[in-house]
């Protein structure tokens, strides 16, 4: 085999390597949503069935988790997102001493663990309700208030790395054109600086919003009396998991693989638009190229391929493949415990016979605790009870005994 031929087959198989370790988790707990056994598993694979989803969409507590997750992640990016914001400018206009001294310390958040921010914010919060006066109904102490600014304290930073690295593509002198010319700043910031931030400030909520929504450490001390999606998610997996875990996981691989295919397809289409020429005649002049490649027609598709695969699946029944796997269970359970009957009577029919003509007795043990099991011989007859005293041996002389006491005389 050549060298080059050796290259290819090892690029392959760390390739192959590569995206089974990152990839194949996934597929094993997509596949696990689909198969009828009570535990999450793949081999051996019992029945298809849909029912973990129904499961789940009858799941209260989860679904109030998820809804509680959705609305602490929209306060997390209508905070972090303009926090965010705010610190990328303040970068980006200081001189480079500075600069490193703030980059540092708005950058601390994601380097502290979460426990520690989630603690600090509910004391913190708490302790300064308490000095105001407020009591445990107020705002200082409710659960969500506390958990969004618990999160905002290192979502921000995330969203911060994003602006300066869409900043850092900037040309200032665009805003100090337009400051020359008469616009004040916050118009040069509104019709310069903002729209060449746009794909930014939807990065940044995305990834605002996803972290929000995974995050653990801080929601589970903050959170209080509460609870979110990955808190419940946490407390069924302590108490014993079963495939609507997976289901979970099922939905939400889909909604974003939907997300990226639309977000795709209207990335093509804008920058085949912004490049003119054939490409950009050819997607306006054909209607039916326009229409499919629109992305509101990729995401009618897929909503229909969604919306199918959905109908399908509340279609199907596995019942009668479950019962089968359930009979056959116990068809094999009875055929174990016949052998062990039959196993057990032959036993007892090949065990030693005792010297009195009755078969010994089938122990494990074989019979070393039967009575006279450890002479050797024949056991010894039983000594005869002994007669019992004449008179008590007592160190009161009997005194106590029932016929020692003197009979009362009858009165005359």
């Known amino acids: ?29 997509v596949l696990t949503a689909f198969n009828s056994s009570p535990f999450p598993r793949v081999v051996p694979w019992d029945c ?20 509680n997750s959705l609305f602490i992640g929209a306060g997390v990016v209508l905070l972090a ?12 206009e200081v001189g480079p001493r500075l600069r490193g001294a703030l980059y540092t310390i708005f950058i601390s958040p994601i380097l502290m663990p979460g426990i520690v921010i989630g603690i600090s914010t509910l004391m913190f919060w708490g302790r300064l309700g308490s000095g105001l006066g407020f ?3 107020s705002v200082f102490f409710n659960g969500f208030f506390l958990t969004i600014l618990g999160q905002v304290c290192f979502i921000s930073a995330y969203s911060m790395l994003i602006f300066i690295a869409r900043l850092q593509r900037f040309d200032h002198t665009l805003t100090e054109a337009a400051l020359d010319m008469g616009a004040t700043p916050a118009q040069a910031f509104r019709k310069i600086l903002l729209p060449f931030l746009r794909p930014a400030i939807f990065s940044s909520a995305v990834l605002a919003f996803l972290a929000s929504l995974e995050n653990y450490n801080t929601t589970v001390f903050s959170i209080v009396a509460e609870s979110t999606f990955t808190t419940e998610l ?32 209207w990335q093509r289409r804008a920058a085949a638009l912004a490049q003119g020429g054939a490409t950009a005649a050819r997607i306006l002049n054909n209607p039916v190229n326009a229409f499919i490649r629109h992305p509101a027609t990729v995401a009618a598709i897929l909503v229909a391929v969604i919306g ?13 493949c479950v019962q089968s796997i359930l009979d ?12 062990m009957r039959e196993r057990m009577q032959q036993q007892r029919q090949d065990a030693p016979t005792a010297p009195g003509g009755s078969a010994a007795p089938s122990t494990p043990f074989g019979g070393v605790f039967a009575p006279g099991g450890l002479g050797g011989g024949d056991a010894a007859p039983a000594p005869a ?8 041996s007592t160190p009161f002389g009997g005194v106590f005994t029932p016929d020692s006491l003197p009979k009362p005389v009858d009165a005359e």
């Open 48 to 67: 298809f069935t849909t029912d973990w989803f129904g499961k789940l969409a009858g799941d209260a507590k989860l679904l109030t988790g998820l809804g």
């Open 234 to 265: 946490a407390s069924k997996v302590r108490l014993g998991i079963d495939p609507s875990i997976s289901a979970v996981a099922v939905v939400i691989i889909a909604l974003t693989l939907f997300g990226a295919i639309v977000h795709e397809a």
């Open 81 to 92: 997102t303009p926090i965010g914001l705010a610190a990328a400018l303040a970068l980006s």
């Open 385 to 392: 009870p002994a007669a019992p005293p004449s008179a008590p």
């Open 328 to 339: 056959a269970k116990r068809a094999e359970q009875e055929r174990l415990q016949q052998e």
């Open 308 to 320: 199918g695969a959905i109908y399908l699946g509340s279609r199907h029944n596995s019942d009668v």
């Open 1 to 29: 085999m050549s060298s080059s031929a050796a290259g290819r087959l090892g690029t392959i198989a760390f390739c192959l390597l590569f995206f089974g370790f990152l990839f194949g988790p996934l597929v094993i707990m």
């Open 135 to 137: 009591g445990f109904d």
